[in-house]
């Protein structure tokens, strides 16, 4: 196949990575564990995480659930956690132990979180105690069979940690009430697996790593089977790339992304591969806060997306922000706005590196060379051992510049969805090319760059919302006759939720909807504008809502009801 790309790859990257220097992404974790063991790991409400601490952490958690919990290998454990310290200890003792990592959002409402641990299958779960009473609604009708809980201090010093939990429980009251009978604490966890041993596991390329959910580009929330493999390669590819840029051991990232998104799991590890401090940031939208971060932290990189960088530049005090030692920041998840890219390497001095991917393929395969100048407006080129390719609705390649799907193959793309063979199928050919959804170009060097999304998903500050799933809980309400729900542009979270609405019940009103909307959806999900009609929506001749016909005639900006974000 002919990569015309590599002829763009920046000095010292190389056109392919030797998936086989590791076995699994358990063995790289210990590897690097062992040869960065005096050096901080993490770093979370001023508390730093060293390898060592993170391996001995990470091991008695393994070995409790290898011993107290009796899970066995392949058994899947859901992670319900924003970023605190606890977060990598979990993900390493599950990876450890020989099981399977599920990704969960915290903010989850009982239907989306029942529907994940019973598609996944999940048997244990570790959840923060803000968010276990959402987990008690729903567990009685899910395999879960073991409870780890914790609270947001747990890993910090005593006095601190005592501080800090008596504040999120009786000052700030961020813990609702909840009941989870034979529920065990995070720190019980470690004091008892300390005194047991953990059982190696040895694992290969084609064992499963992660479930990582996801609409996929069918628009059905399903699991993408992440395998060591899959992780190994991209860690490796991504590590790759900016190893020109990143000396080992002696930088600072700060990731203000939840590390159950996908962007910012596998970046924080390519990360991690490197020696490289990780600064985790729970509650990225508390800028003061965020800012204090940055102040102590003085990051050598950054990985955010454009909502993230937009609301730094405009948020007060960002502008005292030391960024003297910043090399590399990184854009994903979302398309970057010119604006944002200009305003942030005149206020930095530094480009926004942007890069394209998504869950099925763990997820970076396109990204641009960390060495621009400038932001280029396009996805970059694909990375080593990636091919990458634009094809006909035939599967056909298209010549240069011509409109077409975006295709990709490589050691990073999934196994499949997890018990969804015909979905599979769908996307994933037998001779490893998987179809995107995604529509685009490549010129004649092989740059790459987004034109359109070939299925209806909107994307919320880097977040993918399906519209089927809104409109089935917008339908749920007695006052809906029927709903379409599309994206319109945003200019702070790059697309906004609509819903366009004929109602059964003339006295439904938008506040009343938006209620609604609340109690079954996440906070990003929620339309942000509503528009009642009173004649039927436009229908094909089967009579499928004709999505596109309501883009078309939405206006061009949105003007949202609140704030759209993650939460």
Known sequence: MNRPWLSQYPPGVPAQIDIDACASLKDMLADRCARFADLPAYSSMGTSMSFRQLDEASLAFAAWLQKEAGLVRGDRVALMLPNLL???????????????????????????????????????????????????EVIGSTPVRTVITTQVGDLLPPVKRWL????????????????????????????????????????????LAFLQYTGGTTGVAKGAMLSHGNMVANVLQVAAWIGPGMKDGAETLVIPLPLYHVFALTGALSFFS???????VANPRDLPAFIQVLKASRPSAI???????????????FAEVDLGRLKLAVAGGMAVQQTVAHRWKQATGVPLVEGYGLTECAPVVIA?????????????VPLPSTDAAIVDSDGRSLPPGEVGEIVLRGPQ????????????????????????????TMDERGSFRLTDRKKDMIVVSGFKVFPNEVEDALALH???????????????????????????????????????????????????????????????????????????AAPPQAEPQAPAGPG
């Not at 999940?122 to 009473?133: D, K, T, Y």
């Not at 490197?274 to 985790?280: E, I, M, S």
Request: charged fraction near 25%; glycine fraction near 10%; include cysteine.
């Open 303 to 317: 990985i955010g997306v454009n909502t993230l960088f937009r609301a730094l530049l405009d948020a007060p005090g």
């Open 274 to 280: 490197t020696g490289t401090q990780t600064v985790l």
């Open 86 to 136: 606890q977060y990598p200890v979990a993900l390493f003792g599950v990876l450890r132990a020989g099981l399977v990592v599920v990704n969960v959002n915290p903010l989850y409402t009982p239907r989306e979180l029942r529907h994940q641990l019973k598609d996944s299958g999940a048997v244990a779960v570790v959840v923060l105690e803000n968010f276990a009473h959402t987990l008690a």
């Open 478 to 552: 007695p006052g809906v006759l029927e709903a379409a729900v599309i994206g319109v542009p945003d200019e702070r979270a790059g697309e906004a939720v609509k819903a366009v609405v004929v109602r059964r019940d003339p006295a439904l009103t938008e506040v009343d909807l938006l209620a609604h909307a609340k109690l079954h959806l996440t906070g990003y999900k929620v339309p942000r504008v509503i528009e009642f009609r009173s004649e039927p929506l436009p229908k094909s001749n089967i009579g499928k809502v004709l999505r596109r016909e309501l883009r078309d």
């Open 413 to 440: 793309v999934m196994k499949g969805y997890w018990s969804r063979p015909e979905d599979t199928a769908q996307v994933l050919h037998a001779d490893g090319w998987l179809r995107t959804g995604d529509m685009g």
């Open 368 to 380: 641009n060379p960390i060495d621009i100048a400038e932001w280029s407006g396009g996805i970059g």
């Open 164 to 207: 800090t939990n008596a504040v999120v429980k009786h000052v700030k009251k961020l813990v609702p009430p909840w009941r989870l009978s034979a529920a065990v604490g995070f720190r019980q966890v470690l004091a008892t697996g300390r005194a047991r041993t953990c059982d190696e596991v040895a694992l290969g390329h084609d064992d």
